[in-house]
């Protein structure tokens, strides 16, 4: 097509149909805009389409892990207890699709691989896997941050002969494990909610662990006789709480913090047996960072509140060498936190073992099982957990080509994703990425995030058109500032002290850089509208 004449086939593109591309269509439906939903998979869900693991589930109320955005989808929808699992998740993600008509916007088993910005016409050509080729004013990417699958670097992965599962692709009618051998590899959240259900089903199952993680029980229950009905009626005064909070979720907040009504005491200022003695009390939230000021702070106090961790899992883990091999070795707080159902009482079962790699590393995977340092594991099936390519994997995935043909991926390569507000990237004009880098994100209630990203987007695009508006696209001055205002937030925390996947650190030559903002998304959303209001302050309109 002669680019001169290039006129778009839809106002947006809306890339991927998880809970941030269905939001998106819908608001933009609202609005009139014309748009064209592309989704993967062959059906809705995003995250929780894909990770269909035994024993996935949310690790926020469901009551706040769900949409606003529309009064019949909360008032219709029931959930069965506090924290929905995955399958019921998937059923209401596709009751929010059916109950508002939003399926017929999509093409589903349809890959992006291609986007092209052609200044002339100031539109996207976007291009898939299959074959199509959409022209938009817009492209909204909504691909999740969590959604590029990692295939760990171990040998001799494809040689095995056994069954191969991965936790983020696990196929859609389940598994069962009765009677098998199982490998679960990687003790992040997903290898932690899955070892316990696993292990309930498996001959033998063989936890293969490189890092111990912190890991919490989710408390995790039915609702009592009424009690949702209740949270239903008072939904107003729930989401103006969640509205409120750093998090987007205040209910989880109640909970961890409301248990101390005076400002926690100092770890380093409590004497060992009131420690313990909190402990006794407690439990696992007094060896949490909840439980004492300093512990986030002051690495010190960070140190006192881990040997406190490792006193609870001697109490639940009978065998004391497993006990010990179950205690992570980094400060707490810098990874993502795990909560679980029954985790560490997993290991007192006779037919589960735990493989500590840091007594033997794998040494390659061959058709009988896994080979380490330490001995042979004859299995029948491997589950591998090892995670993702988080935040930028998926962006990265696709060629994304800005002004002058320049690939997105390249200009992340030297210094780490650089987007302003995590919203927009400079060089790429009329790109919004939902939850992207450099946004609260992974480190709140996703679907406040979501939210929050897809009403300031909606606004962005409504402004350009009532001004009679092409094109948008964030200053390189502001883009910087933004990125050494995340940089700065995250210095003040113990996040960067950790190989986590939030460092990039888990994925081979990625730039080390803390990507998601920490300052909150209540002060996150003051920013936003701000800058909104100041006439879209950072950002260069044009004709
Ligand atoms: P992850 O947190 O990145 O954990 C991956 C695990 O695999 C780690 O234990 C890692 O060990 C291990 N691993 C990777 N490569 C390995 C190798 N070659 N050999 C041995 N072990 C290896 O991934 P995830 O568990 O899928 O979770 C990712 C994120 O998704 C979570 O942090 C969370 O944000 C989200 N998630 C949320 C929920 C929930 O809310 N309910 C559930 C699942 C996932 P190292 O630590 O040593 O690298």
Known sequence: MDAVTARPDVDVVVVGAGFGGLTMLYRLRERGFSMQGVEAGDGVGGTWFWNRYPGARVDVQSVEYSLSISKEVQD??????????????????????????????????????????DAKSATWLVETEQGDAWRARFVVTAVGCLSAPLEPAIEGIHDFAGVTLYTNRFPKDGFDFTGKRVAIVGTGSSGVQATPVVASQAKHLYVFQRSAAYTMPAGNRPWAPGEFEALRENYDEIRAAQHASPLGAARFGAVAIGAFRTPPPKILETPMEERLARLDREGW????????????????????????YAEMIRRQVKDPETAASLVPHYPMGCKRPIIDIGYFETFNRDNV???????????????????TEQGKFGLDVIVYATGFDAMTGSLNRIDIRGLGGRLMREAWLADGPRAYLGLMVAGFPNLFTITGPGSPSVLTNMMMSIEQHVDWVTDAIGHLNEAGLNA????????????????????????????????????????????????????????????????????????
């Open 472 to 543: 948008i696209e964030p200053t390189r001055q502001a883009q910087d500032a933004w990125v050494d205002h995340v940089n700065e937030i995250a210095s003040y925390t113990l996040f960067p002290k950790a190989n986590s996947w939030y460092m990039g650190a888990n994925v081979p030559g990625k730039t080390r850089v803390f990507m998601p903002y920490a300052g909150g998304l209540d002060v996150y959303r003051v920013k936003c509208d701000q800058v909104a209001g100041n006439g879209y302050e950072g950002f260069t309109l044009s004709a």
């Open 285 to 308: 939230l007094a060896a949490s960072a909840f439980a004492w000021s300093d512990v986030a702070v002051d690495i010190e106090a960070n140190r006192a509140a881990q040997q406190l």
């Open 353 to 371: 073992t735990l493989v500590d790699l840091r007594k033997g590393a794998i040494r390659r995977v061959t058709a009988e099982g896994i080979e």
């Open 76 to 117: 219709e929808w029931t959930w069965s207890e506090l924290m929905a699992p995955q399958a019921e998740l998937e059923r209401y993600v596709n009751f929010v699709a059916d109950r508002l008509d939003l399926r017929r916007h999509i093409k589903f088993n349809t890959r992006v691989t291609a986007m092209t910005w």
